[in-house]
């Protein structure tokens, strides 16, 4: 008789924002990847899983990857700020309005600029100035209960606090 294995809930994650390099990345993504090692975060990356034949049926997978994803992750770099990124953080915040019954999107908004977008960081549950940062939050996810995510984020700003 086979042992049936515990079935671990994977949150996918929308990654959100301008298809750019990232320090030796050829794309901000490709540090996803290779950094997010929690086994319940499920990256669903753009440059992967669409059609994007015209802007039309981009804009659908892209509102579609939001719809069917229970993280979105919103970066902004300098330079390369994006405005679908925009749209995909407002789709996001704006399914959470509409259904204050369901279960809602975590909205993660890490933005490397000098003045993060006001209407991004008022909408996001919660912000980084730095991707890195986001990257230990994602590692840190046990559970999408508010309770249980807001302890691993106040977690993550005592230590870059203490290294202040």
Known sequence: MERSKK????????LAGAFCPYKDYRDWRDLMHEKV????????DPRD???QLCPATFTIDDA???????IILHARFKGYEDEGASWEHGIAFGYNLGNPDKKQKLIIYADETDTPFPLHF????VTFNRLETAVDFLNSLDSLEKFEWFQSYNALLDRARSKE
């Open 64 to 70: 579609r990857g939001v719809l069917k994803s229970d």
């Open 49 to 51: 899983e669409s059609n």
């Open 37 to 44: 090692h929690n086994k319940r975060i499920l990256l669903h």
């Open 7 to 14: 079935m671990i809930k994977k949150f996918r994650t929308y």
């Open 122 to 125: 008022g909408s996001a549950n």
